[in-house]
């Protein structure tokens, strides 16, 4: 069978056919292209939500460091009042 991926150069080849003599080719490619959108429309999706995460977690360990310096904090001042 050989490899079957399709390459740039070959896809425009088939791009640039006639329409009007091969209607599939447009409508294959139609399918393709909105294919090709929807899967652009998800990474883009996934690269939001990594960066969330990424500034989620950094986020999360500023309030973690808060919380342990005021835990600190009231501990020193439990002391202090005992």
Same mark, same amino acid.
């Given at each position: 069978?050989?490899?079957?991926?399709?390459?740039?150069?070959?896809?425009?080849?088939?791009?640039?056919?006639?329409?009007?003599?091969?209607?599939?080719?447009?409508?294959?490619?139609?399918?393709?292209?909105?294919? =090709?959108?929807?899967?652009?429309?998800?990474?883009?999706? *996934?690269? /939001?939500? %990594?960066? @969330?995460? +990424?500034?989620?977690?950094?986020?999360?360990?500023?309030? =973690?460091?808060?919380?342990?310096?005021?835990?600190?904090? *009231?501990? /020193?001042? %439990?002391? @202090?009042? +005992?």
């Amino acid at each position: 069978m050989g490899n079957r991926s399709l390459t740039p150069r070959r896809e425009q080849e088939i791009r640039n056919m006639d329409p009007t003599e091969h209607p599939e080719v447009a409508e294959l490619f139609s399918l393709i292209d909105g294919q =090709r959108s929807v899967i652009q429309g998800k990474d883009s999706k *996934i690269e /939001r939500q %990594r960066a @969330q995460i +990424a500034n989620g977690n950094a986020r999360n360990k500023e309030l =973690r460091e808060q919380v342990a310096q005021l835990e600190a904090e *009231i501990a /020193r001042l %439990r002391e @202090q009042s +005992a």
